[in-house]
């Protein structure tokens, strides 16, 4: 009979999660993983199999947490709804004055990096914000039932066009952003979402 894992599987997980979004997926060598997961050899192996395995269960791990964090957020929210858009949106541009190799996110490098060479992978992390912008609809609804929608504005596309937004503040995250110039651009599509204030 095999001998169970000595060690934390999660905890092994978020290490290479963080090694993985740091370096990327092509550039990180299994050394580096064994390093980072404080492994040896045959029980990293004999527990994720390969990289790409190890890749994509750190990827669940990541694209579950994001997943529940958003509908938390949400949640917590309750009918302050440019609060709950402002809290989906506020982390994403405070997260482009972290260092170079972490103002993007897990998700978002997967889709960046690895599609081209793993379509499996990329679906992977493709599902996880089409849940993110299933709750943001499901939000926006809500509001648009409450009257707090702008008048004529479709939640789903709203939805789209918030998730879009975080996309392309990632990626100006590269260009050292000024943070207050980002939340202005907030306020500026939080005024033109709702019918109240978004202070």
């Known amino acids: ?35 980072r997961a404080r492994l040896q050899p045959g029980s990293l192996y004999a527990a994720f199999k390969s990289k790409r395995s190890l890749y994509q269960e750190a990827l669940h791990l990541y694209g579950q947490s994001s997943v529940a964090n958003v509908q938390e957020m949400l949640l917590h929210a309750g009918h302050d709804y440019p609060g709950g858009i402002r809290n989906f949106l506020s982390p994403v541009a405070e997260q482009t004055q972290k260092p170079m ?8 490098n997967t889709l960046m990096e690895v599609t081209r060479h ?38 789903a596309c709203v939805a789209a066009l918030i998730l879009t937004f975080s996309w392309g503040m990632r990626v100006a995250g590269m260009t ?15 005024e033109r979402m709702f019918v109240v204030s978004a202070a």
């Open 101 to 108: 190799s972490l103002r993007s996110c897990f998700l978002v």
């Open 118 to 155: 793993d379509a499996e992978l990329g679906a992977q992390a493709a599902g996880y914000f089409r849940q993110i912008e299933q709750s943001l609809v499901e939000f926006l609804e809500r509001a648009a039932e409450e009257g707090v929608l702008a008048k004529g504005q479709d939640p």
């Open 1 to 35: 009979m095999a001998r169970p894992a000595q060690f934390d599987r999660a905890e092994v997980l978020d290490h290479v999660m963080n090694l993985f979004w740091e370096k990327g997926y092509a550039t990180t060598g299994m050394a580096t993983v064994l390093e």
């Open 176 to 190: 050292e952003p000024d943070l207050s110039r980002m939340f202005a651009q907030i306020d500026w599509l939080l």
